[in-house]
């Protein structure tokens, strides 16, 4: 393993020292992968990521010790898990949201949305009532080459929620780029990074679901490299989202803490632990390791 004392920017240091464990420092516990992202812990007590690059969800189980879990995994991004424990995977590279069955069979949760393909499912959350929020961005770039002539065929980036019985409905077209999202302890906002201004922004919850219109809840302006990308939050509604430098840790009102620095760009994050206490972090090539002092919201909880 290779420990590093943790680097901080633009903190507030009292208040960030009660949320990380600086004494634990910031550890390597895997690296030689592509493009790792989406990171979960599964019901069995091991981590699951997706590595994009090599087409692959790669298992953890601790440092140094890695297997493949999925080859071919259609360019799996972000992931989760529903109440049941069965996993939710963004398949970019299949344009579609998929569910993994206790017997191994994949079932497609959607793939189009009025009759025209989704664009790049991104990431996926799900609420303690069985709802599952997922992004739909555009990408640009090499995307549209992998992702082929019928890309774009929605004119719009999405935000999307599925329902316990599985109905399709578009939460919001108004980000250019939503990427990660997360939701508040008591899960009436939503919050979606969104890649194209670095910023979070918050959606109140209505009677409809969650509006159609977001207020900024987190600008991340700086000049440091990376992108708005993976969000979690703790259980007293603090925020971890990768951005430009590394991490961004911010309160419950959004009031920006510090930045945990990063030499590789961030892309993804998540709680690990039986008590939640670790937060993992995607870094192209590499897996990393912090210690929280107040643990994370769990999706193992609800099992």
Known sequence: MDSKTIQIENHSADKLERLVDF???????????????????????????????????VRFSRPDRTAIYRNQSKGANGNTLDLQGRLISCETGYRRLSRTETNGDVTVLADNYQGKLLNATNDVIVRNDGTILFTDPIFLGEYETFLGSSYKALDFSGVYSIDAKGNL????????????????????????????????????????????????????????????????????????????GGIWVADNSGKPLGIIKFEEITTNLAFYGLDSHMLVVTAPPSLYMLKLKIPGISVLERL
Do not use: H, R
């Open 169 to 244: 409905s578009l939460v919001t077209t108004s980000l250019d780029f939503p990427n990660g999202l997360a939701l508040s302890p008591d899960e009436k906002t939503l919050l979606v990074g969104n890649s194209d201004d670095n910023c979070i922004y918050a959606f109140g919850k209505n009677s409809d679901g969650y509006s159609s219109k977001g207020d900024l809840w987190l600008e991340m302006d700086s000049d440091l490299t990376g992108v708005a990308d993976g969000l979690k939050v703790d259980i007293d509604g603090n925020v971890y989202s990768t951005g430009p």
């Open 23 to 57: 004494t634990f420092g910031m550890v390597k516990v895997a690296t030689g992968f592509g493009f790792p992202e989406g990171p979960v812990m599964m019901p069995q007590g091991f981590l699951i990521f997706s590595d994009i690059t090599n087409d692959q969800l």
